[in-house]
């Protein structure tokens, strides 16, 4: 993920339709809103790479041009296009901020729950856009972190737990002390290259074949 927040490559999910009459004044301001939100960040100098409908195809098109953020522009209630954007992002996760006029906290709480890292009810202000933009990479960078310690940890312990596993294996078999077995462990990983773990898994795997 790039330090410096202006050069993301952003994709802009809009759920606002241009009217094509005059008469529906509401659908007007909502179009307006989403026409400043993307001359704001313009002109804060960020790179909008493509704005999209929330649709169905959307996952497609977020995986096909990978951006750095995406950044999604509701009006409302906006459960149909978190759905989309939660699969489009599940195996490559980024930053995801929300500007919406949805004041519910209902629909905050969902969004955060679904991956959003900035939640903005009518933040459309161009002095905003930076600092928002800021907040929102700043958290997903400490989300990710948390997560990859969190997975570093499950993974050792796990790794712990085959080592002892086999260590215990090997006690058993040879009759063998618990450091003589560790020592064995150790001789036999270095002397086919492979991690302690590695080892172990493979001296588990072949005892369950054999019964």
Do not use: C
């Not at 009459?21 to 804060?44: F, P, S, T, Y």
């Not at 294996?169 to 002390?177: G, P």
């Amino acid at each position: 993920m790039r330090s410096d927040v202006r050069s993301l490559r952003i994709v802009v999910v809009n759920t606002v339709i241009p009217p094509e009459g005059e008469q529906d004044e509401v659908a007007w301001m909502q179009a307006e809103r989403a026409r400043a939100l993307r001359i704001g960040l313009l002109e804060a100098g960020y790179n909008i790479i493509a704005v999209f409908p929330a649709d169905m195809h959307l996952p497609d098109r977020v995986a096909q041009l990978q951006p750095d953020m995406i950044i999604i522009d509701a009006e409302s209630d906006s459960r149909d296009v978190l759905e989309h954007v939660v699969v489009a992002t599940r195996d490559a996760p980024r930053p995801i901020v929300l500007f919406t006029e949805d004041h519910a906290t209902s629909s905050m709480e969902a969004a955060m729950a679904a991956g959003v890292s900035a939640y903005v009810v009518a933040g459309l202000q161009s002095e905003r856009i930076k600092p928002v933009l800021d907040v929102a990479l700043a958290r997903f960078n400490a989300e990710q972190k948390l997560r990859t310690e969190l997975s570093d940890t499950k993974l050792k312990l796990a790794e712990r737990k085959t080592i002892e596993r086999a260590k215990g294996l090997l006690m058993e078999r040879h009759r063998i002390s618990e450091d003589d077995a560790y020592t064995k462990l150790r001789r036999m990983a270095m002397d086919k290259n492979l991690k302690l773990s590695e080892l172990a898994q493979r001296i588990l795997d072949v005892a369950d074949l054999l019964g």
